[in-house]
């Protein structure tokens, strides 16, 4: 999956759309990765370690904004998830500005059990404002359920 600095996923292949959720179907404002963590019903409930997940999102948006104050869109991104989330705006009144680039995260995705991954954020030299997020599964009971989600 391809993602900007506001968590807009801008681009993610075939077996992800399958894995999560066909991206197509959203409004263009409702395709960013922390806002589906924090405001569609179905996908707030995905992560197990939501928690953490919300943590780690709120403190890379932090750095994005200090990296982008002139950025209008993450201001108002920012502004909706303060108000429209109460974890959120308790993450982002704590200041945390600690970003994760590779870490183990467990998803719930439904019908198919728990499928564990380790993921790693790569910045491409020319284009540090884009990442692209990489995931694997971490055994093969993890493979399993992500290749019945697939085959959905």
């Known amino acids: 999956m391809l993602k900007n600095h506001r968590y807009d996923i801008l681009a993610r292949n075939g077996e992800m759309a399958?894995?999560?959720r066909d991206f197509d179907t959203l409004p263009p404002s409702q395709r960013n990765s922390m806002w589906l963590c924090l405001m569609h019903p179905e996908i707030r409930e995905?992560?197990?370690d939501r928690e953490r997940v919300v943590r780690e999102g709120i403190a890379h948006?932090?750095?994005a904004r200090a990296a982008h104050p002139e950025d209008q869109a993450l201001t108002d991104l920012i502004a909706e998830f303060t108000t429209r989330d109460e974890e959120f705006a308790r993450g982002w009144a704590e200041r945390d500005i600690e970003v994760n680039g590779?870490?183990?995260t467990v998803m719930r995705p439904p019908d198919?059990?728990?499928i564990t991954v380790d993921f790693?954020?790569?910045l491409p030299l020319q284009d540090p404002d884009q990442r692209l997020v990489i995931y694997r599964a971490v055994d093969e009971e993890s493979r399993s359920a992500g290749d019945r989600l697939?085959?959905?």
């Open 150 to 152: 697939c085959a959905r």
């Open 112 to 114: 198919v059990g728990v």
């Open 102 to 104: 590779r870490g183990r």
């Open 46 to 48: 995905f992560s197990v």
């Open 120 to 122: 790693e954020v790569l």
């Open 61 to 63: 948006l932090r750095a």
């Open 18 to 20: 399958r894995r999560l």
